[in-house]
């Protein structure tokens, strides 16, 4: 178990390589604190997991993980009719029409924070973009203008969602034992203050009666529970955490990638600039997109699911207490699935489009990620612009390997890359 965990941990990508290399597309991996993970990349396999009762499979219960930073109310953690509940109150946010208004305020945060990127020299790129999702976040969930609650915040959450990046991290049972040493007191005086800046935006929002702008704070305290009750403070804090979360770490992560792997692959980023100058369709945009997300998923592993009751999956009988994973990575690099997996090869989505249980960056099923629209407007929106400001170069001449950042994986060198001097243009919507 203690090998295992530190493989998991250290090696994320090449240790579910090695193991089904040598147990087939099947296998249990045993971690330090949790129950037996059973990994499935079989699409057919994935199909029955994504798509079992909420009453059999619990996703909540196999992301308690994230409960030290999201709370207990979180829509991730929550199961059957609760997270249904929950769920509905937070889809008016992520309608597609909300999302077509969000456009202006991605492209105006895309071009200040590209417009103040070093050119011609190596740049780690994550860190620049995980503080460019931050500020679209931000002002998509708050509404906030630039000023000191704005800043509060940043300052707060900045090293809050670093505490992801520490192997303390994955061991969230711990808290209660350890939580007054080292990472974790520091993690636990950061939450304590960020919650604090939380619940007085709350209280100020509700008590001016502010429910009709067009922020994502505003929404969610005009919703009401099935019985009238609007959501609690508890409630509210804890969906803007995961929020906060989930629209800032795997967003950055993923164009990351995306950036690591164009600068490598110079016919890719030929097609992409050229379509781009001449105001072509974003197909082969979106196509590339999709082919970074296959190639790289931040999250490899689909909402582990805890057994509450015996069920079968693929012809085995699992019993309760187990966690079955769709796992993506694997699943996205199966040559039964995908012609020639290891290659780069946006092509292969113009062809034919993602396949439901073949393709699952966003999860699947009920659980199939809230924000999925939301991510794919962000990243079309920051590639355009970096395509329309000067493209960019491979600063180093190897692939970058997998860092684990809690549940994401994201480029261990930081997507170091170098953006040549050039004619910049507007950043379009």
């Not at 296998?27 to 994935?46: A, C, I, K, Q, Y």
């Not at 609007?230 to 629209?247: K, N």
Request: overall charge negative; proline content about 8%.
């Amino acid at each position: 178990m203690p090998l295992q965990s530190i493989g998991w941990w250290s090696r994320p990508i090449a240790y579910v390589e090695r193991a089904r290399a040598r147990y087939g597309k099947r296998f249990t991996v045993r971690l330090f604190g949790s129950p037996p993970f059973v990994m499935h990349s079989e699409p057919d396999h994935v199909r029955e997991i994504l798509t079992a009762p909420p009453e059999v499979l619990h996703p909540g219960q196999g992301a308690r993980i994230l409960e030290p930073v999201v709370g207990s109310n979180s829509v991730i953690l929550l199961d059957e009719a609760a997270h249904m509940e929950q769920r509905k109150l937070m889809l008016p946010a992520f309608h597609g029409e909300r999302m077509e208004a969000l456009t202006g305020l991605v492209a105006r945060v895309t071009e200040q924070e590209v417009d103040g990127w070093p050119r011609d020299e190596p740049i780690a790129l994550h860190p620049r973009l995980q503080a460019l999702t931050l500020e679209v976040i931000l002002h998509a969930v708050f509404g906030l203008d630039a000023g000191p609650r704005l800043d509060a915040l940043r300052s707060k959450l900045t090293p809050l969602l670093d505490f992801g990046a520490r192997p303390l991290s994955m061991l969230p049972q711990l808290e209660p034992v350890i939580g007054r040493l080292g990472p974790w007191r520091e993690f636990m005086r950061l939450r304590a203050e960020t919650d604090a800046l939380l619940y007085e935006l709350i209280d100020e929002r509700r008590a001016a009666g502010d429910e009709e702008g067009d922020d994502v704070l505003s929404m969610l305290l005009s919703a009401r529970h099935e019985d009238g009750s609007p959501m609690t403070q508890q409630e509210l804090r804890d969906e803007l955490m995961t929020l906060l979360v989930a629209g800032h770490e795997t967003t950055a992560s993923q164009l990351g990638w995306t950036f690591e792997r164009l600068s490598r692959e110079p016919r890719v980023l030929a097609r992409l600039r050229e379509e781009t100058a001449a105001g072509d369709d974003d197909a082969y945009l979106v196509a590339t997109l999709q082919e970074s997300m296959r190639r790289r998923p931040v999250l490899p592993n689909a909402a582990p699911r805890l057994t509450m009751e015996p069920v079968e999956v693929g012809g085995w009988k699992y019993p309760a207490g187990v966690l079955l994973v769709a796992n993506s990575y694997l699943l996205h690099h199966d040559p039964d699935v995908y012609e020639d997996p290891y290659s780069f090869r946006p092509e292969r989505f113009l062809d034919s489009p993602p396949g439901t249980y073949t393709w699952i960056p966003f999860g699947g099923g009920r659980r199939r990620c809230l924000g999925a629209s939301f991510a794919m407007l962000e990243m079309r929106v920051v590639l355009r612009a970096v395509l329309r400001q000067g493209g960019i170069e491979s600063a180093g001449a190897r692939g970058e390997l997998p860092r684990r950042r809690n549940i994401t994986i994201s480029p261990a060198g930081g997507a170091r890359v170098r953006i040549p001097a050039a004619a910049r243009e507007p950043v379009a919507a």
